[in-house]
């Protein structure tokens, strides 16, 4: 007896790209990149992907966008400026500096979604920032929001 599956996913958010109102709920916010795998499972072990997505999704009501494979490198490099910004890996100044290397050299253009004029907050600011999925949550949540983690409120 051989016990087989499909439609197993595995998710991974690469964290915050840029700041977008989104047209489902209204809500301006840093859109998270994501990329969802679908796999083959044997006895309940995944054993290879079939199936690959990208997405650009809305952190408040998971509303999203399909991203093109060839965009999603240039979208990781700028989800890891972000969160180094906002884990204050990197000051203002750097993260504005790899930006703009960044797009000028990908020539990164989405433009149905994509706002470069817009970064993230730094964490002094009234919003909190989850260190573990970089949702940005109020000041005087406890918890992520999103991930349900405990936020740190120094």
């Given at each position: 007896m051989i016990i087989f599956g499909w439609g197993h996913q595995k998710?991974?958010?690469?964290?915050?790209?840029?700041?977008?109102?989104c047209s489902n709920c209204h809500n301006k916010n840093f859109w998270q990149l994501v990329s969802i795998s679908t796999w083959f499972t044997?006895?309940?072990?995944?054993?290879?992907p079939y199936e690959n997505k990208h997405l650009l999704i809305?952190?408040?009501?998971?509303?999203?966008?399909?991203?093109?494979?060839?965009?999603?490198?240039?979208?990781?490099q700028l989800a890891n400026f972000n969160s180094d910004l906002i884990n204050g890996r990197i000051t203002d100044q750097e993260h504005k500096q790899k930006v703009r290397a960044t797009l000028e050299n990908k020539q990164l253009i989405d433009t149905s979604l994509s706002n470069s004029n817009t970064?993230?907050?730094?964490?002094?600011?009234?919003?909190?920032?989850c260190k573990y999925c970089a949702y940005k949550n109020v000041s005087k949540a406890g918890f992520c929001r999103n991930c349900g983690k405990k936020l740190n409120n120094n």
């Open positions: 998710t991974k958010n690469y964290g915050p790209v840029f700041e977008y109102t044997l006895f309940f072990i995944p054993i290879f809305c952190p408040v009501c998971t509303y999203g966008a399909k991203i093109e494979r060839k965009e999603v490198e240039n979208l990781k970064r993230p907050t730094n964490q002094s600011s009234k919003a909190l920032h």
